[in-house]
């Protein structure tokens, strides 16, 4: 039999906000294991005790932008729509069905005004994360580290093109070692070279300066920004974020992010990992003077088609020599101001190796194949960093820890995306694509303690 109701809506009814929220509702589990009153205590300086007209709830408005995130609403006006008449969004705000909800513009002085160029975001995170410490769900052990770029709020078509100079000084410590390499093999050491000064000619966005043109080999072009985030590699937790331009490597902030996470948190983790993209003699280093064990996918440089790369050379590092696939040795030539050793074959022996044309033969830059009279291997002065991440790489444990990768800060970057809109930036400029970033990360996080926290009952 059909059923067909009555669809006028003049009925009267007594109900009380409380019932209309399911038990089992995401926003329930937040304010059941989640306090944000340490909020107040972060924001106090920013409001006057005597003068103006009374404020609203700054918690109030925190859990706004964190409905936001939480459920991908792409914009603060469409915010306060949905807050309006969304029943739980009200319950978790405090506001009854007939209570007026704040103005969209009041969330948007908070973040252009009241708090720009402040750090009370990422404060609010820190604690947030703080709290997932105090709950055992950051075990510690290692930190997956990548970035992800988004969408800037600016037109591809509206730039102009700057060209800068850029001061290039010789690293002095990479000089340090050069010399006592030669001093060892009894050559004259190389004096400080004279500063470079290179012209690079950039895109500048003409409506949103602060993002950088992207034009990296699978990635879309355009204007960017870039994401650098950290994630602890048991629950996910997002322990540190970071937003550059999306012309920015991401190795050459990587440690500086490290840090920064290291002196908040008072947390050190065994490994940290990352793809190939980190894979960087100078960042390898940084990681190994910290006591940390690099977890990161190794590059190897195939070289020229048909000539085997020298990672068919077995390297001894006690005799400090090369050994071909034919058992002859690539004996120490010199050591160059860019921190590569070289090492060369004797000809006479290559000239009647049976495997030359595997090793000598290839092809100039016209096309035209060529036969060297033997063979020089560079190797760079810090290479044995490398060679103790490409062993442990190939272990039973260093696998195992890099597969675990994708599944960790590769997932959160996808969730940010997917279910928080941070596929495209909401806000113009550094500091509000940054408080946006931040924001969505502490909607995460708290989702994840939420939950993890009520299954434990």
Same mark, same amino acid.
């Given at each position: 039999m059909m059923t067909k109701r009555d669809h006028v809506q003049l009925k009267a009814e007594l109900v009380m906000l409380e019932q209309l929220v399911k038990e089992d509702h995401l926003l329930r589990k937040i304010e059941k294991h989640v306090s944000f009153r340490f909020i107040y205590d972060l924001v106090e300086d920013y409001y006057a005790d005597t003068m103006g007209r009374p404020s609203i709830d700054p918690v109030v408005l925190f859990k706004m932008s964190l409905i936001q995130a939480l459920y991908g609403i792409p914009s603060e006006r469409r915010l306060a729509e949905e807050i309006h008449h969304n029943m739980a969004y009200r319950w978790f705000l405090g506001y009854g069905i007939t209570d007026t909800i704040p103005d969209h513009t009041t969330i948007s002085y908070n973040r252009t005004g009241r708090f720009k160029d402040a750090k009370v975001y990422e404060?609010?995170?820190?604690?947030?994360?703080?709290?997932?410490?105090?709950?055992?769900?950051?075990?510690?052990?290692?930190?997956?580290?990548?970035?992800?770029?988004?969408?800037?709020?600016?037109?591809?078509?509206?730039?102009?093109?700057?060209?800068?100079?850029?001061?290039?000084?010789?690293?002095?410590?990479?000089?340090?070692?050069?010399?006592?390499?030669?001093?060892?093999?009894?050559?004259?050491?190389?004096?400080?070279?004279?500063?470079?000064?290179?012209?690079?000619?950039?895109?500048?966005?003409?409506?949103?300066?602060?993002?950088?043109?992207?034009?990296?080999?699978?990635?879309?072009?355009?204007?960017?920004?870039?994401?650098?985030g950290t994630v602890d590699g048991e629950n996910n937790i997002i322990l540190g974020l970071s937003v550059t331009p999306g012309n920015v490597h991401d190795a050459t902030v990587y440690i500086e992010n490290l840090d920064e996470i290291f002196e908040t948190l008072k947390i050190i983790p065994t490994y940290v990992g990352a793809d190939a993209g980190y894979f960087n003699l100078n960042v390898l280093e940084a990681l190994v003077e910290r006591n940390l064990t690099p977890v990161i996918g190794p590059r190897k440089y195939a070289g020229k088609?048909?000539?085997?790369?020298?990672?068919?050379?077995?390297?001894?590092?006690?005799?400090?020599?090369?050994?071909?696939?034919?058992?002859?040795?690539?004996?120490?030539?010199?050591?160059?101001?860019?921190?590569?050793?070289?090492?060369?074959? &004797?000809?006479?022996?290559?000239?009647?190796?049976?495997?030359?044309? %595997?090793? *000598? !033969?290839?092809?100039?830059? #016209?096309? $035209?194949?060529?036969?060297?009279?033997?063979?020089?291997?560079?190797?760079?002065?810090?290479?044995?960093?490398? &060679?103790?991440?490409?062993?442990?790489?190939?272990?039973?444990?260093? %696998?195992? *820890? !890099?597969?675990?990768?994708? #599944?960790? $800060?590769?997932?959160?970057?996808?969730?940010?995306?997917?279910?928080?809109?941070?596929?495209?930036?909401?806000?113009?400029?550094?500091?509000?694509?940054?408080?946006?970033?931040?924001?969505?990360?502490?909607?995460?996080?708290?989702?994840?303690?939420?939950?993890i926290l009520d299954k434990r009952g």
């Open positions: 404060e609010i995170m820190n604690e947030v994360v703080l709290l997932a410490m105090e709950n055992k769900l950051v075990s510690g052990k290692i930190f997956y580290t990548d970035s992800t770029h988004i969408r800037a709020n600016a037109s591809n078509s509206k730039y102009t093109n700057e060209e800068k100079e850029i001061t290039v000084s010789e690293d002095e410590s990479l000089l340090t070692l050069v010399n006592e390499k030669r001093e060892t093999k009894g050559q004259k050491s190389l004096k400080p070279a004279a500063d470079k000064v290179i012209r690079k000619n950039t895109k500048i966005s003409t409506t949103d300066p602060s993002s950088g043109y992207m034009h990296r080999d699978r990635k879309p072009v355009g204007f960017y920004h870039l994401i650098h088609k048909g000539k085997k790369s020298k990672y068919w050379f077995e390297y001894d590092p006690q005799r400090d020599e090369y050994t071909c696939f034919e058992g002859q040795v690539l004996r120490y030539v010199t050591t160059t101001r860019e921190g590569y050793v070289e090492y060369r074959s &004797d000809p006479e022996i290559c000239r009647n190796c049976p495997k030359r044309e %595997k090793c *000598l !033969y290839e092809s100039n830059t #016209e096309g $035209v194949i060529e036969e060297n009279q033997s063979r020089t291997i560079r190797r760079h002065i810090k290479e044995h960093y490398a &060679d103790e991440v490409r062993a442990f790489m190939k272990t039973p444990e260093g %696998k195992a *820890l !890099y597969q675990r990768r994708k #599944e960790t $800060v590769e997932r959160v970057f996808a969730d940010m995306k997917e279910l928080s809109g941070m596929r495209y930036a909401h806000y113009r400029g550094s500091e509000g694509v940054k408080a946006q970033a931040l924001l969505t990360a502490t909607a995460l996080n708290v989702k994840k303690i939420a939950t």
